[in-house]
C-alpha cells in the first residue's frame, strides 16, 4: 500500500537538560535524518537554577527546539509551576505540553494516547496527579466503539505495575516500582509502544501478545520500553529511535505478526493474583450478563496441522482442545469442549455452537464467530455463510422435536457477538404471538420495534458500531430497535419467559436457571449426541 512510517524519537525523564538532549537529538539527525517528532515522558523541567536559565533561553525565543516536542505534565509539586493549564498548550516554539489525559492525532493518523503524573494517593488529587475519572475519560471514548483494536503509542510518566511478568527482569524495586491503574489502562488502550519514565534505568520488555492463543483472533503485540534520565552518569539509554506506520493504514495481516521471542500478556495474571492486587479506582469493567457456555467445537477440513490466528499446533504434537472465552474475560469451562475429529482429519469452522449457562430452555443454545467480532453487521460475508448454515440446521434440529426456533442478538453493553438461539414448543403458542409479545412489552418499556422488510440486509439499518437490538422469528420476520440510551440486558430473555410465551417467569434470569457441573456435562453431552445427526460438519 506504500504508507510512508512515521519517525519517532522517545525519551525519559529530561529534568531540564534542554541543551544535553536538544543536542543529542542533532547529532542523531545529522547521521540519520530528520525526524517527525519527539515524545518525552517522565519530568520534563528540573527544578536547579541552572535547568531553570537552560528553560528561559527556549522560552523567549533565543533558542528553538531542533524538532516537534511534546511532553507530559509535571510529575512533582515542584515542577507544577511550569505548565499554566491542565488543557495543554505550546509552551515555547516546537514544544508542546499535551494536557493532563488525552488522545492527539497526527496528520498521517498516529492515535497517541497520554496520562500525565503519578496516580492520586489521596482526594482531592493534587495537579501532578492523575485520578480514575482521568482514566475512565481516557479509556471510555476509544473502547465503547466496535473498530477499536488499540491506539499506537501509550505515553506515561509511571510504570505499568507487573509489566515485568513473563519477561526479562528490570533493574528496579519490583516491589515499590509502577501503578496498577497504569497497568489497567495499557492492558485497556493495548498500544504498539508503551513508554514510562520516573524509575531512572532503561528496562525494554519483550513484546507481549494482546490476544489469548486459540481463544481469540490474533493481535498486534505490544511492546513496553522505559527510558532512563537524559545524560545520566551510568550512560543508560535514555533516547529511542524507531519507525512506526500508524494501525489505522497497516495491512491488518502484517500488523498481528507475532514475533519469535513473544510472552504472554503480563496484566491478564491468574485470579490469586488479581485477588492480591492492590485494589484501584479505576478497573473498566462492563457492567453485562455473564454468559459462561460451553461448547461444541466444530470445523471444517484443514489437512494435517490446525492452525488459528497466527498461531500452530505442528503436526507430531499433542492437540489441545481451544478454550474460548467469554466476553466477561473468564476463561469458559474447559470440561465441556470438546473437538470433532471425523476421517482422521481436524475441523476449523468460522463458528461455534455454545449451550447457554443458565439457559431458558435445555437446548437454548449461542452460535458464535471464532474471530472476535461486535455484531451481525461487522462479518464477513465468509461468517454469516456459516452462521446461515447454523441457523438452518439448528431450525431442522428443534423442527424434529416439535419446536420453532427464535433468534436475537443484542449489541449493547457486550463486547463479542452473541446470537441467542431459543426453541418454543409449536403446541405453546404461534408465531404471530411470538411477535406481538416482543412488540407489546417493547411498548411497555417506551421502545418501538419495527419491523424489518423481508429481503433487507440488517447492514443497511445498521451501519457498523450501532447500539441495536434484533429477532428473527422462524416465518423469516426481522423486528429491529435501534437503542438510544438505556436497554434491559435481559429483555430478549424476559419476553421469552414471559406468560405469552414459554411461561417460564422465574427463568427470565439466568442466575436463577444454574445447574452444578455435572448437570452441566449431562446437558451438554445430551445436546450434543441429539444435534449430531443434523451437524453439517460431519458431513462427507
Not at 496516580?119 to 477499536?148: G, N, Y
Not at 499506537?152 to 509502577?178: H, M
Request: aromatic share 10%.
Amino acid at each position: 500500500m506504500g504508507e510512508q512510517p512515521v519517525r519517532v524519537l522517545a525519551c525519559g525523564d529530561v529534568e531540564g537538560r534542554l541543551n544535553a538532549l536538544f543536542n543529542r537529538v542533532q547529532t542523531i539527525q545529522k547521521k540519520t535524518g530528520q525526524f517527525d517528532l519527539l515524545l518525552c515522558v517522565g519530568e520534563f523541567f528540573g527544578t536547579t537554577p541552572e535547568a531553570e536559565a537552560e528553560w528561559q533561553q527556549y522560552k523567549t525565543g533565543a533558542k528553538k527546539a531542533p524538532i516537534h516536542t511534546y511532553i507530559l505534565g509535571a510529575a512533582s509539586q515542584e515542577t507544577v509551576k511550569n505548565f499554566p493549564s491542565a488543557d495543554g498548550c505550546e509552551l515555547a516554539e516546537n514544544i508542546t505540553y499535551l494536557g493532563r489525559r488525552g488522545v492527539f492525532t497526527g496528520v498521517s493518523g498516529l492515535q497517541i494516547a497520554y496520562v500525565s503524573g503519578r496516580e492520586a494517593q489521596q482526594e482531592p488529587a493534587p495537579a501532578h496527579c492523575f485520578t480514575a475519572k482521568d482514566l475512565s475519560a481516557l479509556v471510555s471514548p476509544l473502547t465503547s466503539s466496535s473498530k477499536f483494536r488499540g491506539v499506537d503509542i501509550l505515553l506515561t510518566s509511571q510504570w505499568p505495575r507487573g509489566v515485568w511478568q513473563y519477561a526479562n527482569n528490570p533493574e528496579v524495586n519490583t516491589k515499590f516500582c509502577g501503578s496498577t491503574s497504569v497497568a489497567n489502562l495499557a492492558d485497556k488502550l493495548k498500544p504498539r509502544y508503551h513508554f514510562a519514565a520516573l524509575e531512572g534505568t532503561h528496562y525494554e520488555r519483550l513484546p507481549y501478545r494482546n490476544h489469548l492463543v486459540l481463544q481469540e483472533n490474533a493481535q498486534h503485540v505490544s511492546r513496553f520500553i522505559a527510558l532512563a534520565t537524559v545524560n545520566n552518569p551510568a550512560k543508560k539509554k535514555y533516547l529511542y529511535a524507531f519507525n512506526i506506520i500508524p494501525m489505522k493504514t497497516m495491512d491488518p495481516s502484517e500488523l498481528v505478526k507475532q514475533p519469535q521471542d513473544v510472552t504472554e500478556n503480563p496484566y491478564r495474571r491468574s485470579t490469586k493474583d488479581k485477588t492480591d492486587a492492590p485494589k484501584t479506582g479505576f478497573s473498566g469493567t462492563e457492567e453485562e450478563e455473564p454468559s459462561h457456555q460451553f461448547f461444541f467445537d466444530l470445523g471444517k477440513k484443514q489437512g494435517g496441522d490446525q492452525q488459528h490466528d497466527g498461531d500452530r499446533h505442528h503436526q507430531g504434537q499433542p492437540k489441545q482442545p481451544r478454550r474460548h472465552r467469554d466476553n466477561t474475560g473468564k476463561a469458559l469451562k474447559k470440561h465441556l469442549i470438546y473437538t470433532h475429529q471425523h476421517n482422521s482429519e481436524w475441523f476449523c469452522l468460522q463458528c461455534y455452537l455454545a449451550l447457554a449457562k443458565g439457559g431458558l430452555t435445555p437446548h437454548h443454545i449461542l452460535i458464535l464467530p471464532i474471530g472476535h467480532y461486535q455484531s451481525v453487521v461487522d462479518l464477513s460475508s465468509e461468517v454469516v455463510e456459516e452462521m446461515e448454515k447454523y441457523k438452518s440446521a439448528l431450525t431442522s434440529f428443534y423442527k424434529s422435536k416439535g419446536e420453532r426456533c427464535v433468534l436475537f442478538e443484542r449489541n449493547y453493553r457486550s463486547q463479542h457477538l452473541q446470537l441467542q438461539v431459543v426453541p418454543v414448543p409449536l403446541d405453546r403458542c404461534t408465531t404471530e404471538d411470538i411477535k406481538e409479545a416482543f412488540m407489546v412489552q417493547a411498548q411497555e418499556q417506551q421502545m418501538e420495534l419495527m419491523e424489518i422488510p423481508e429481503h433487507t440486509d440488517l447492514k443497511q439499518i445498521a451501519p457498523p458500531g450501532t447500539p441495536y437490538f434484533y429477532v428473527e422469528l422462524d416465518s423469516g420476520e426481522k423486528l429491529f430497535y435501534r437503542i438510544q440510551k438505556h436497554f434491559p440486558l435481559q429483555f430478549g430473555r424476559e419476553v421469552l419467559a414471559s406468560e405469552a410465551v414459554l411461561n417460564i417467569p422465574t427463568r427470565a434470569d439466568w442466575k436463577e436457571c444454574k445447574q452444578t457441573r455435572e448437570e452441566e456435562e449431562e446437558s451438554c453431552k445430551q445436546l450434543r449426541d441429539d444435534f449430531q445427526p443434523f451437524d453439517f460438519a460431519w458431513e462427507d
